[in-house]
């Protein structure tokens, strides 16, 4: 299942923003060597790796909507990548293991957030597949899309423009996408619903809750 969710206000964007205007970016082909696919810049700048970082992070982590849905364990320091005419992202599914400075983490949930907006480039949408179909996403700045890394997905060639965008790739307390998925539908009609019902029934639905989560959590 994807979310769409509001990470950043317009302070925050620009800031970020700034902060990547002044930095150093690299071919992405640093981190994945022998990928075919990947034909993008990034970030590529200690300090300024560390700011936005924290930023970003930060604000993923606060945020309630996205902590609801992924129940996140751990979490990469999100990555600004920029994408220039000529640049795209093929097809591919994300690695099952991300090698980070204090250890590996699982990727089960991937994250972009979009730092520059949907008419700022010719192309570059996000192409998630779903069998034959899929979805396109091009977000507005400050919002993020956060999708399961296995599936397969892409970031169409860009024409014109710039595409820029943070991504993180993040370890899920529950690993499995479909009790993930039926654990945040629970919770969301919980919470939504459960005032409304008599106490027996809530103090029941919660002990499911309670008991799925202790069943599902690693
Ligand atoms: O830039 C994006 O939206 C996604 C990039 C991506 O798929 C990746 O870094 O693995
Ligand atoms: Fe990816």
Request: glycine content about 12%.
């Given at each position: 299942m994807f979310k769409q969710l509001k990470i950043l206000d317009q302070n925050q964007v620009n800031e970020v923003k700034k902060i990547a205007a002044r930095a150093q970016f690299v071919d992405?082909?640093?981190?994945?060597?022998?990928?075919?696919v990947k034909n993008n810049l990034q970030l590529h700048d200690l300090e300024a790796y560390n700011k936005t970082s924290k930023i970003l992070h930060d604000a993923l982590m606060s945020n309630p909507e996205f902590t609801d849905f992924a129940f996140p364990e751990k979490i990469a320091p999100p990555l600004i990548t920029r994408y220039q005419p000529g640049m795209q992202y093929g097809l591919h599914a994300d690695s099952a293991i991300i090698p980070l400075p204090d250890g590996p983490i699982r990727s089960d949930i991937s994250c972009t957030i979009f730092l520059?907006?949907?008419?700022?480039?010719?192309g570059g949408a996000l192409h998630v597949t779903q069998g034959e179909a899929g979805m396109r996403f091009k977000g507005l700045p400050g919002t993020a899309i956060v999708y399961p890394s296995h599936t397969l997905h892409e970031v169409e060639p860009i024409s014109e423009g710039e595409r820029i965008v943070a991504i993180t790739f993040i370890q899920s307390k529950v690993r499995d996408v479909m009790k993930r998925n039926l654990l945040y539908e629970l919770n969301e009609v919980a919470a939504l619903e459960g005032l409304n019902m008599k106490d027996e029934n809530y103090m029941r639905m919660q002990a499911l809750q309670y008991n799925l989560m202790r069943m599902w959590m690693d």
């Open positions: 992405g082909k640093i981190s994945n060597p022998h990928s075919k520059s907006g949907p008419n700022d480039s010719k």
